[in-house]
C-alpha cells in the first residue's frame, strides 16, 4: 500500500469515528494533518493505527467510551491533535491491538457450538 493511500485510509477512519459521536470533520486531508500521520506512520504501522481509530469507534470499554465523550467532563477526546498526540500514540495503541486480540472473529472458522449425538430411530 502506498504512503498517500494509508493517510487516506486513517484520515478516513477518523472521520468515520467523528461521525460515530456526531462530529464532523473536513473531507479532504489538511497538508498540517498530512505531517501528523506521516509522523505517526514512522513509528508505528499504518494497519496499527487504522485499528486505533476502529477501536475508538466500536469498543465499549471504558477508555474507548472515555475518549468519545462518556466522562465526567462530557468532553471528546478524539480530535485529531489528541488522538495523534506522540507522547500517548503508543499507549492508544497497545490498548487497540490488545483489544483487537480478545475480540477473534470465528468467521473464517468452522465451530459447532453443540452435537446431536445418538439420534437413531
Not at 486513517?10 to 459521536?21: D, H, M, N, P
Not at 504501522?45 to 465526567?72: C, H, K, P, W
Amino acid at each position: 500500500m502506498t504512503e498517500t493511500t494509508m493517510i487516506t485510509k486513517i484520515y478516513s477512519e477518523w472521520l468515520s469515528l467523528r461521525r460515530r459521536i456526531g462530529k464532523t470533520g473536513s473531507q479532504t486531508v489538511s497538508e498540517n494533518r498530512k505531517r501528523i500521520i506521516l509522523r505517526a506512520l514512522a513509528l508505528h504501522e499504518g494497519e496499527d493505527i487504522v485499528l486505533l481509530m476502529r477501536y475508538l469507534r466500536v469498543s465499549n470499554d471504558y477508555y474507548a467510551t472515555f475518549m468519545r465523550g462518556q466522562n465526567y467532563r462530557n468532553r471528546d477526546y478524539t480530535d485529531f491533535i489528541s488522538i495523534f498526540r506522540p507522547t500517548m500514540l503508543e499507549d492508544k495503541i497497545e490498548k487497540a491491538l490488545n483489544w483487537d486480540s480478545k475480540n477473534v472473529s470465528y468467521k473464517e472458522e468452522v465451530f459447532f457450538p453443540f452435537q446431536i449425538v445418538g439420534g437413531g430411530r
